[in-house]
């Protein structure tokens, strides 16, 4: 079993920043990718930005420039850098894994979610 904690949740006013962090820990034996999403009420949960465990990254539209998905191999770790921040990233994050258990089974985990509040 693969657990994630997710961490760097908070409020913060427009135009500031804050940093997640992702950690996995468990049976791991792989992570092949390392992701955010993000649900805001009433809404379905959406990709935010995914990285691979070779260091390509992918975001959304709506973050590009904004914000920034980096990894740590060693620590099994993921980090999501928010800049420039508006109401409207007003969200839940949810860290992904997704990779290859300890017996060399394939697994996806979901973190328990860090709330994120920006106010104008």
């Known amino acids: 079993q693969v657990q994630l904690l997710e961490s760097g949740g908070g409020l913060v006013q427009a135009v500031g920043s804050l940093r997640l962090s992702c950690a996995a820990s468990?049976?791991?034996?792989?992570?092949?990718?390392m992701a955010w999403y993000s649900q805001s009420p009433g809404k379905q949960r959406e990709l935010v930005a995914v990285?691979?465990?070779?260091?390509?990254?992918n975001y959304a539209t709506s973050v590009k420039g904004r914000f920034t998905i980096s990894r740590d191999n060693a620590k099994n770790t993921a980090y999501l850098q928010m800049n420039s921040l508006k109401p409207e990233d007003t969200a839940v994050y949810y860290c992904?894994?997704?990779?290859?258990?300890?017996?060399?089974?394939?697994?996806?985990?979901w973190g328990q979610g860090t709330q994120v509040t920006v106010s104008s």
């Open positions: 992904n894994a997704a990779g290859y258990n300890d017996y060399v089974r394939p697994f996806a985990s």
């Open positions: 468990g049976s791991i034996f792989s992570i092949n990718s």
């Open positions: 990285i691979s465990s070779g260091g390509s990254t």
